[in-house]
């Protein structure tokens, strides 16, 4: 195996055991909601103005999906809808107050996660940081070059 691949089953390996790790404690936390819907909520308690397609291109989703699943969180009082005076057209959403309530749920968990994980990133020096930055930032760029390719297009705050 080269060193591409080790990299790359590497990233896979992580993203399986963090993903495997903090399942069990999320689905604890958050059992009435569905990981797509925590994700949304996620996404509108982080951003001003959030709408369909916003939401959609933030989480590789189609905006089809994205209105399913905003119909189900208005639905179940996590999320309102509405406009703003000067654009009738547009639809944007916004937490109620128990969408917060699962919006603070989420971040508490990811505060504990990373508290769980600070050993790791206390070893890691400034320089290891920036370099592997660097790489996410440089290999980030290829891959919106690559859907750009496909006709696709990736809208991101």
Not at 7 to 35: D, P
Not at 148 to 154: C, T
């Amino acid at each position: 195996m080269n060193q591409e691949e080790r990299v790359m089953t590497e990233f896979r390996n992580l993203f399986g055991k963090l993903a495997w790790l903090n399942k069990s404690k999320m689905e604890e936390s958050l059992k009435e909601h569905q990981s797509s819907e925590v994700h949304c909520i996620e996404y509108i308690g982080a951003h001003t103005d959030p709408n369909v397609t916003r939401i959609a291109a933030a989480l590789y989703m189609t905006s089809g999906a994205i209105s399913k699943i905003m119909k189900k969180l208005i639905r179940k009082g996590l999320i309102e809808s509405y406009k703003k005076p000067d654009n009738k057209k547009e639809i944007y959403f916004k937490l109620t107050e128990r969408g917060a309530d699962v919006y603070r749920i989420h971040e508490e968990l990811h505060k504990e996660f990373q508290e769980r994980d600070k050993a790791v990133f206390e070893q890691v020096t400034p320089e290891q940081f920036e370099g592997m930055l660097r790489f996410m930032e440089s290999y980030g760029r290829h891959l919106d070059e690559q859907i750009r390719k496909q006709g696709l297009e990736i809208k991101t705050d």
